[in-house]
């Protein structure tokens, strides 16, 4: 099949159209028109398959997911998601595969309102994706890693962990959350104006976190007692736990920083997503952990991109 | 070696700083201030080793045409390419195959004045590189290919079948114009208010001809004996050479119509890439081909993305 009949076949769907987009996929380049008073925020990622993802992945799955990490990276910067592009080689075209992948993209695409606007299709030996994302931000807005300050806490979104048990025990429910990560859009947009730095979780809490504390020029605290696990972590030991919940890849929750007076605010609107302080900002540099404030060693790693 | 000393250490290198980026490289997404009254044109394309380069291919070159293909699809749409995202997958850190990589992507960034402004390296067994770039240009002037008109001129740039000639014959000068293609990004800029429809050609001429037929709903002769085809290819027979021109891909050449009046009027500008009229728009769906005025059989096929 050529290039071109996969794409009027797979890809140009007639989803979640954006209206600014003046142009989709069928042209050398897709065309857009920015919105008033708005920042691009574009970012890439990149699935390989048996690296990212198991290979027993389902094809959905990994639609969704190689949509989802990037929106989680847009959320991140406290942008609404716009479009994508997709990359994607292919050993070969197995209809049934593509079918459903498709259908796994579309439905994240759909769920956050994102259309697909253009791509590549090519043919390699092994599967991989790329996606880039682009979202919209109101000027000067944005929420990047540089901003912590002394003083504010540390909060994270959702559970920590669940994906890396879930990546551990196949077959266990919380295997969903490492195939269908949860892209904290909503989340990032509300906190526009209430936090002052904020990153997503893709490596791990504290190599992620540790992107902030070099960017802000700051160190932190985090209370180990307060990271939000999955009941199902509970009966392993609390060095198991929390290895999972700090060092664990693949979680695509929210940590940011905020002032406490911004925190008890945020409460007060009541976001639709549990969050959880889990340290605080301080001046001395580094990172330090405690549990139930005794000062604990610090051995963990984060994933290693080139192992 | 960690995903992010690999980011520091290549690509977050000074050039080509473009002033409305207000991040690059080192947070979770870029961020980019729109140019008033203009439109964002992107694109993304990936070239897979053994597949659109072969292994061979020096790093350098590897690195220059990963940005080169994407920025003619950028000129292809009349736009001025701004600023890239680099997507790598990596089999392993080889030092010196990513410095000279990063030299060429280097190169071809500051040739045309685009920015690297952020990306994803990841490790994964088969080297794949996904470029995706971005560019301006002016509301409601963008040059598609859906604009052709009845009596409109074909028009290419440059030589075509140098690369395809050049894939056949490994050491021969030509190999120059496949590993470092040439985007026409002067050229595409020229071309806002003069070219009907517009087209960069990656798969060979009848190919990709073919998309601005079917979205202008036209049809075409073209005239062989004006094929504009370098002297090394003139000892070949005429169907060899013809093949070369129009089915071979990887030309990196715009194709475009343009009215007869609007061609004259351009020719006076003397744009800085020699041109050539190679055919003409017609009513009558399809496409024919002549050679001094009689009707040649069309068997030719261009590049198939899977084969």
């Not at 942008?79 to 070969?92: D, E, V, Y």
């Not at 931000?137 to 890396?164: C, F, H, N, W």
């Not at 002032?259 to 330090?288: H, M």
Request: proline letters at 4%.
């Amino acid at each position: 099949m050529a290039e071109f009949s996969i794409i009027d076949r797979y890809f140009k769907q007639k989803h979640a159209r954006q209206s600014n987009v003046n142009l989709g996929i069928g042209d050398d380049s897709a065309l857009i028109t920015p919105p008033e008073n708005q920042q691009l925020v574009i970012c890439t990622d990149t699935l390989v398959e048996g690296r990212h993802f198991p290979s027993s992945t389902t094809a959905h799955a990994v639609g969704w997911k190689s949509v989802a990490v990037n929106l989680s990276d847009i959320a991140a910067m406290g942008a609404t998601p716009h479009s994508i592009l997709l990359a994607i080689t292919l050993p070969k075209i197995q209809e049934d595969w593509l079918d459903n992948f498709c259908q796994g993209l579309f439905a994240c695409c759909e769920q956050y309102g994102v259309e697909l606007i253009g791509g590549d299709t090519t043919q390699g030996p092994h599967l991989t994706i790329s996606v880039t994302a682009l979202g919209w931000v109101p000027k000067g807005q944005a929420i990047t890693r540089s901003g912590a300050e002394i003083g504010d806490y540390i909060v994270v979104s959702g559970q920590l962990g669940d994906a890396a048990f879930g990546l551990q025990h196949l077959g266990h429910p919380l295997q969903k959350r490492l195939d269908y990560p949860t892209p904290r859009c909503e989340l990032g947009k509300h906190l526009l104006g209430f936090a002052s730095s904020m990153i997503d979780l893709s490596d791990g809490l504290i190599q992620d976190l540790q992107h902030i504390l070099n960017a802000s020029n700051v160190g932190a605290t985090l209370q180990l007692e307060n990271l939000p696990t999955d009941h199902a972590l509970h009966s392993l030991s609390r060095q198991q736990q929390w290895q999972y919940a700090i060092a664990g890849g693949d979680d695509y929750e929210l940590c940011f920083t905020i002032s406490p007076e911004n925190y008890k605010k945020l409460c007060l609107q009541k976001p639709n997503v549990s969050l959880s302080v889990i340290g605080y900002i301080e001046s001395a540099l580094g990172l330090r952990l405690t549990y139930q404030n005794e000062e604990q060693a610090l051995n963990f790693h984060g994933y290693q991109h080139f192992a």
